[in-house]
């Protein structure tokens, strides 16, 4: 494999060839920058990233190896999106930009170091302000000069990030003292519960499978994790395993059975919970009562039915429970419409729902996105439990601090494929991020 720095000092000379390979080298994380900066905006997205490298292109000559190239493109990034982004708006006719629009975290540990270099170059040399609206405390920590926290809508308090740190900053966010780190005692996997072999499943978008010849096992006691870059197959994946999609190749057997064509109901009754990831599209009914939603899973059994008749003397009975155990909050109880509850609440009722049902394998996908810190801290505690009641439990998340901190052995994901397995013990953030981008791979032939 050419090193970068040969097809750098190359491009620097004008060769266009090691230059077009650079630039599909970096043309994705490029891409996604001048994404983000530009609010989404695709076209603008697509114009800062040309110009990005067409500076590039101009400046390597000049290019010198005392800075790195990844943050010198980077800022050259930062510049012409927000030069795109003044255009647009001098020709909107409306006044020249003041503030850039920038969504925190990269999505791998490195693209997340570069964007906060992007940020510190934004806020030093273009004389601009950057508001960062984020939950990572880490990244709070970590960017931030002052930082303000809300809660149900008011602001708490603002204080400057060297005078606090993230249990203070925690505290502030739920109104409680929370354990950022999860306690959980040393795995002890058993028999196998999932075993999945060689799954294949088309892509929704284009011609290229989304997943491709995926193999993997998930045992008792463990928490199985798979982590990568959002688009890389993990949906795709749940999907096939749970029935919403239809793979085209390979085998998924749970506890013992063969459900690669059993529908949404046998894999369910077979012994899967789902916690999706979508929670309003898969996860709930947001225009029935949280009783109803509690017992969609369920209401077809001797308990809440007889005759063809909902027993709604059970039903309540069964949502009070759930309710008080889980601690799932809302306005008026059981027959609260969920729509009206806030999102940790509906999350709450979700996991309340599918871990109740005791089924030996539990699939939450990413189980956490979106909430505060204390229900998070909630979430972790569930499914650390879960595991050490002897269930098996597979994890997929985007986040990394989760990933590191819950899992029991770490999957990544990349163009559709396992490319790395990892105990979280002996591995970093970087490492993983590396297998992340698509930069390094395992031979992963066999492993399960």
């Known amino acids: 494999m050419i090193e970068e720095k040969d097809l750098i000092r190359r491009a620097g000379q004008g060769d266009s060839d090691a230059f077009r390979q650079l630039v599909e080298t970096y043309q994705a994380p490029v891409y996604r920058l001048a994404l983000r900066m530009c609010g989404g905006d695709a076209a603008l997205a697509e114009d800062a990233a040309q110009e990005a490298f067409l500076a590039a292109w101009r400046g390597l000559p000049r290019f010198r190896g005392d800075s790195r ?33 920038l969504p925190d975290g990269g999505d791998t540990p490195q693209e997340t170091a570069e964007l906060f270099r992007v940020i510190r170059h934004i806020i030093e040399e273009k004389n601009m302000t950057v508001i960062l609206i984020t939950h990572r405390l880490p990244e709070v920590m970590r960017v931030s000069d002052r930082v303000g926290v809300m809660r149900k809508g008011r602001l708490i308090g603002v204080e400057n990030t060297c005078d606090v740190d ?44 989304a997943v ?61 919970s789902h916690i999706p990831e979508d929670r ?20 077809f059994e001797p308990q809440f039915q007889h005759g063809g008749f909902i027993r709604f003397d059970e039903v309540r009975k069964y949502a009070d429970k759930l309710i008080e155990e889980y601690d799932i909050r809302s306005g008026q109880g059981p027959v609260t419409v969920v ?14 729902r599918e871990i109740d049902r005791e089924m030996p394998l539990i699939v939450a996908v990413q189980p956490t996105r979106g909430l505060d810190v204390g229900a998070i801290e909630y979430i972790h505690r569930q499914l650390v439990h879960e595991r050490d009641e002897g269930k098996a439990v597979l994890l997929v998340s985007l986040e990394l601090d989760e990933v590191m901190n819950l899992s029991d052995r770490i999957l990544v994901m990349y163009e559709g494929e396992i490319v790395g397995e990892f105990d979280p013990k002996k591995v970093s953030v970087e490492e993983l991020g590396l297998y992340m981008a698509g930069a390094k791979r395992q031979d992963t032939e066999g492993k399960k």
């Not at 949280?290 to 017992?295: A, C, D, H, P, T």
């Not at 729509?339 to 309340?352: E, F, L, P, T, Y």
Request: with cysteine.
């Open 69 to 101: 190239f990844s943050t010198w493109l980077y800022r050259l990034t930062t510049n012409a999106a927000i030069d795109c982004l003044r255009r647009e708006k001098r020709h909107r006719g409306t006044d020249d930009l003041d503030g850039v629009d």
């Open 166 to 209: 993230e249990k203070k900053l925690a505290s502030m966010m739920v109104g409680r003292p929370v354990q950022l780190v999860v306690d959980k005692t040393p795995a002890k996997p058993g028999e196998p519960v999932l075993e999945v072999e060689n799954l294949t499943v088309p892509s929704q978008l284009h011609k290229n499978d």
């Open 212 to 272: 491709k010849n995926v193999s993997l096992t998930a045992r008792r006691g463990e928490i199985v994790c798979i982590a990568g870059i959002d688009g890389n197959g993990q949906s795709e994946f749940v999907y096939a395993l749970t029935g919403l999609e239809k793979a085209t190749g390979g085998k998924i057997t749970l506890c013992g059975k063969d459900i690669t064509h059993a529908s949404i109901r046998q894999r369910s009754l077979t012994g899967m």
């Open 280 to 299: 309003h599209k898969h996860g709930l009914v947001l225009d029935y009562t949280l009783e109803q939603n509690l017992v969609l899973q369920r209401y």
């Open 339 to 352: 729509r009206s509850m806030s999102g940790g609440n509906q999350q709450k009722a979700i996991v309340a």
